[in-house]
Nanobody, 123 residues
Framework: QVQLVESGGGLVQAGGSLRLSCAAS????????MGWFRQAPGKEREFVAA???????YYADSVKGRFTISRDNAKNTVYLQMNSLKPEDTAVYYC?????????????????WGQGTQVTVSS
């Protein structure tokens, strides 16, 4: 059983920054891809960013140039650095694991999900 635990969410003003972390249990972290998704109130969950086992990255157009995904395999942790935050970035952010190892924006590729962390950006 794999557990994913997100942290780092909070309230920030527009233009500010936050760094989300997702700590994963299990011994195969270095061979899987990890992704971040978000769900705003009244909207469907959407893809944000992904990082493959080989550290290649993939971003949604809405966050490209502002967000950076990274991973530390020694700590079994994936990060999402969020800069130049906008009110429309307000959402619950989830990390998820893709056992296939390659980047994907499709939810069905991900088998384990965290509980989510709230990010609120005030204008």
């Amino acid at each position: 059983q794999v557990q994913l635990v997100e942290s780092g969410g909070g309230l920030v003003q527009a233009g500010g920054s936050l760094r989300l972390s997702c700590a994963a249990s299990g011994r195969t972290f270095s061979s899987v891809a990890m992704g971040w998704f978000r769900q705003a109130p009244g909207k469907e969950r959407e893809f944000v960013a992904a990082i493959s086992w080989s550290d290649s990255t993939y971003y949604a157009d809405s966050v490209k140039g502002r967000f950076t995904i990274s991973r530390d395999n020694a700590k079994n942790t994936v990060y999402l650095q969020m800069n130049s935050l906008k009110p429309e970035d307000t959402a619950v952010y989830y990390c998820a694991r893709n056992p296939a190892g390659y980047n994907s924006g499709l939810e069905q590729r991900y088998d384990y999900w965290g509980q989510g962390t709230q990010v609120t950006v005030s204008s």
